[in-house]
């Protein structure tokens, strides 16, 4: 099932481990990276639903690209306790650009395998999807 723009196929272990943190809240956050060499975007790292927004953060390179999904919990202006699924593409500027090619190339088929993303956030640098940006795109 690769695609033909990026020829990077889905593990199937992305599509599981996302289903259990929409339905399960298994996880906090799912870091994603594509391995060249296999041709495919494979899990990387998740996140225990106890970890912090900044142990999601510290789990991004600072020079290499990744897809995340964060299991993003907040409260509305009216008080009500809501969570959003948050799709991050990490895209540092510090990256390859050949790297940068590959994930932007294979983002939105990546995407669309992941049903029930609610928000997507393009982040370059660690301010472009903090906690404040989050929230503005959530609510």
């Known amino acids: 099932m690769a695609n033909a723009a990026s020829g990077m196929a889905v593990d199937d272990d992305c599509k599981l481990k ?12 799912i870091v994603f990276k594509i391995e060249e060499k296999q041709k495919q975007v494979v899990v990387e790292k998740l996140g225990e639903p106890s970890d912090s927004y900044e142990n999601f953060t510290a789990s991004l390179p600072a020079d290499e690209c990744r897809y995340a999904v964060y299991d993003f919990d907040f409260v509305t202006d009216e008080n009500c306790q809501k969570s959003k699924i948050i799709f991050i ?14 994930y932007a190339s294979s983002k939105d088929r990546f995407k669309r395998e992941l049903d029930g993303i609610q928000v ?19 609510n």
């Open 120 to 138: 997507e956030l393009q982040a370059t640098d660690p301010t472009e999807m903090g906690l404040d940006v989050m929230r503005s795109r959530s």
């Open 18 to 29: 996302f289903l259990e943190l929409k339905a399960k809240r298994t996880y906090r956050f």
């Open 89 to 102: 593409a990490w895209s540092p500027d510090t990256s390859k650009v050949r790297s940068k090619m590959i």
